[in-house]
């Protein structure tokens, strides 16, 4: 076998199988040297938990020679995102080649996709004004207005772009006006590989969506209380017009009309691989029958474990499972009765369970909706185990690591991880108060 291809098939396959929750990568199965990658937007950044999609084509060379990187995500070639992100989709990087840069920054077959992509991701900062060559010192008094007014407009931009564009295209959404009009989505089991266009990140941006729903709200208020409706976008003194810029005017309501529209289809959408469920089960296809295997295998589990947990079928539907979660002892969550609701696809695991506390539960893991965020065994995807055991560890874990990538409750994460003395002292007893309420 070529050893190009070797190379870049173990590339995709660690980055697939590791713990990054910034990137993520897939290609067709004929096609491997044609790789599309995902990178997330920094917390705290003006991209914040946007979706940044990039094309990537290995030549017969690599790894000798870099890639060819392409941005996707530029608004059909009319928004530049970034000073080194083109809007013609052109990365600028030294890594790359396409930058020029200090020695030592040059490509070398020792560097890689990931490298790649994390060097995207160090472009998508705080403050993107300095990327641009010739401002990274940039301290008058303009510099500092230009500064601001770029973080401004970039914020609006990717939300409306990298966001709310791309959840509104998966779910066929309309953006305007207030009705929504939902398309007739591909099944999994019956794409062509010619017709259906190659969308590997449709779930993971549907979900994340979900875990980042209440930060996307907190940018627009933020963005509503920066700018005016209608104020024009500032340009920037190194934007070309008309070809390498970002033009457009401040409309942060309609932003949070069309999020809303976005959550109110993503919740609706449990119901319906419900009723997909029930017709599956009487056609006994596979999915249905491995799930109905699992479930008696997790009940087996639960009756071994030394906790009572519970798990049942909702109307006898092995695509809706309703967990009920009892807290350890002699932790904050002890005594706490939590029913918890995985509803699972027709398509799974290419599509992963919607998890959601019904149970309402003031954590740092638990969205203001009830959305979980875990992160199961990424080589057990498919094992429905595996996946509660995430939940439940993610729940009950006392000192996790903090990681930017996991902030779904934002208010929970601050007092978590608060700097204040009494910020972890509030947060568990706000802790506690739900879990006392969750037993009356």
């Known amino acids: 076998m070529d050893q190009s291809i070797i190379r870049i098939s173990k590339e995709l396959s660690d980055i697939q199988r590791g713990t990054d929750l910034a990137i993520a990568v897939a290609c067709r199965d004929i ?26 084509h290995f030549g017969r060379d690599y790894p000798s020679k870099s890639p060819n990187v392409q941005c996707v995500t530029t608004n059909g070639g009319r928004c530049r995102l970034n000073p080194n992100i083109y809007a013609n989709g052109k990365v600028c990087l030294s890594i790359l080649g396409t930058w020029r840069g200090e020695r030592g920054e040059e490509w070398s077959s020792a560097q890689g ?75 999994g089991d019956d794409d062509d590989e010619v017709n259906v ?100 295998h997790v009940t087996a589990y639960f009756k071994r474990s030394d906790m009572p947990h519970d798990v049942t079928l909702e109307n006898g539907n092995p695509f809706v499972w309703v967990i009920t979660y009892f807290g350890r002892p002699m932790t904050n969550l002890d005594g706490g009765l939590f029913r918890i609701r995985m509803n699972f696809s027709t398509r799974f695991p290419d599509e992963q369970p919607r998890v959601k506390f019904e149970t309402k539960i003031f954590h740092h893991h638990v969205a203001p909706d009830g959305t979980a965020c875990y992160v199961p065994n990424p080589l057990k995807r498919e094992d429905v185990k595996s996946h509660i055991e995430a939940i439940i560890s993610t729940l009950e874990e006392d000192e996790p690591a903090y990681d930017p990538r996991m902030v779904v409750n934002p208010e929970a994460t601050k ?26």
């Open 113 to 187: 996709l990931e490298s790649i992509l994390l060097s995207i991701q160090s472009l998508l900062s705080a403050n993107p004004y300095e990327n641009e060559p010739g401002f990274e010192d940039a301290n008058e008094e303009s510099d500092k207005m230009y500064q601001k007014d770029y973080v401004q407009k970039i914020r609006h931009e990717s939300l409306r772009i990298s966001v709310v564009q791309r959840l509104e295209s998966y779910l066929g959404l309309s953006p305007v006006g207030g009705s929504t009009q939902m398309l007739i989505r591909e099944d």
């Open 415 to 440: 007092l978590f991880w608060g700097s204040g003395k009494d910020d972890k002292k509030q947060y568990n007893r706000r802790l506690r108060r739900s879990v006392q309420q969750s037993m009356e």
């Open 197 to 296: 266009p190659f969308e590997p990140f449709r779930d993971i941006c549907k979900r994340r969506f979900l875990w980042y729903y209440q930060s996307y709200l907190d940018a627009v208020e933020k963005g509503k209380s920066e700018v005016k409706l209608q104020d024009n976008f500032v340009r920037m003194p190194f934007e070309t017009p008309v070809k390498n810029c970002m033009e457009g005017k401040f409309n942060y309501p309609d932003l949070e009309r069309r999020l809303k529209n976005i959550k109110t289809a993503l919740d609706a959408e449990p119901a319906a691989w419900a009723a997909e469920g029930l017709a599956a089960v009487v056609k006994e296809s596979t999915v249905a029958v491995n799930l109905h295997h699992q479930y008696e």
């Open 31 to 56: 096609d491997v040297r044609n790789v599309k990658a995902l990178v997330m937007g920094p917390h705290e950044t003006p991209y914040e938990f946007g979706f940044f999609e990039f094309a990537i």
